[in-house]
């Protein structure tokens, strides 16, 4: 009977001294996507306030762990996962990002993501994907036919000069009546860059210097209602462009698109004495017109565009 009853008494005590122990826990917390390690995963002791996070590689450390704890390992957009420590002091974690179903999803003013049946006004989204494969002169002739009641013109007709858009018809006489543009947040005016003083030509605008394999998604909104945080700026529409971001990837990427288009100059020999591309003519008409020296009339147009870039790979970078 004695003999029962110390071996209970140190039974007890090796259980005591057992769940008063304090482990040192470390392990890494990777994606199930890519097995990549997550940097900034909260991992801390269940119904407590002892935790830390994970560095950049994913790998964490955890003092004053005991073996009766639970570790909660939360980041968002990956499920919470929990591990019972016990014994261990190597726990390793592989995370499942959340299936997020965005369809449906639109951006609206200032960025702010909406759900269609949430807005009362007409908007229309076009991935970055649909819009690059129209291998457009730039990103407003690429939505030519696509938007019901956006209007798309060109001013002279050639390649590289300033496409105007207009949605919903005109609104007034006296100002512009074209959207503002929002490039990430950013106002651009699509006005013609003019870069000879006194002649006007029409060099282009910014919307130009913009590739279309490097956005993401565009958003037109319709309506003063719908832009009503931009103000008067707003008035005529906004069109809202969002340009790709870093993601997470074995490496470093590189893509790399080219087109390239050549112009026929006999095609426009005819409506070019009497319109140009802006500028008063310098040549009387018989002479432009018979003019066989090559340095104007007669050089074929081009128009090049190149879409190189690197692929960051890490989210933390804000560019693509």
């Known amino acids: 009977m004695k003999q029962k009853l110390l071996l209970t ?6 259980v005591s001294i057992l769940n008063g122990q304090e482990l040192t826990v470390s392990g890494r917390v990777t994606s199930a996507d890519d097995g990549l390690g997550i940097p900034g995963v909260s991992v801390y002791v269940k119904g407590t306030f002892s935790g830390t996070i994970t560095d950049v590689e994913g790998l964490y450390t955890l003092a004053g762990v005991a073996p009766a704890d639970t570790l909660v390992f939360k980041f968002m957009g990956f499920f919470t996962a929990t591990e019972k420590v016990g014994a261990r002091s190597q726990i390793s974690v592989v995370l499942t990002p959340e299936a997020v179903n965005i369809e449906g ?3 609206t003013a200032l960025g702010i993501k909406r759900e269609k049946r949430e807005i009362g006004y007409t908007t229309q989204s076009f991935e970055g994907a649909t819009l690059e494969k129209s291998n457009s002169a730039n990103v407003l002739s690429a939505l030519s036919g696509r938007s019901a009641g956006v209007q798309i013109s060109s001013a002279d007709g050639v390649e590289g000069g300033t496409t105007r858009i207009v ?5 007034n006489l006296t100002t512009d009546n074209q959207p503002l543009i929002v490039v990430d ?4 005016e699509n006005q013609p860059g003019l870069t000879d003083i006194g002649r006007g030509q029409d060099w282009g605008s910014a919307i130009n210097n913009i590739n279309q394999a490097d956005i993401a998604e565009m958003n037109i909104l319709k309506g003063p209602t719908a832009s009503a945080l ?3 700026k707003g008035a005529n529409g906004v069109v809202l462009i969002t340009t790709k971001r870093g993601k997470k990837q074995k490496g470093i990427g590189i893509s790399y698109s080219y087109n390239y288009k050549i112009i026929n100059p006999y095609r426009y020999r005819s409506v070019q004495n009497v319109y ?3 500028g008063p003519l310098t040549l009387s008409e018989p002479q432009f017109q018979q003019d066989s020296t090559g340095t104007f009339l007669y050089q074929t147009a081009t128009h090049t565009n190149n879409g190189p870039f690197a692929k960051p790979t890490s989210e933390l970078f804000g560019y693509y």
């Open 9 to 14: 008494l140190l039974f007890m005590l090796g």
């Open 105 to 107: 999803v639109v951006v």
């Open 167 to 171: 949605i919903r018809g005109n609104n």
């Open 185 to 188: 947040g950013v106002p651009l």
């Open 230 to 232: 931009y103000g008067s």
């Open 276 to 278: 140009g591309a802006g």
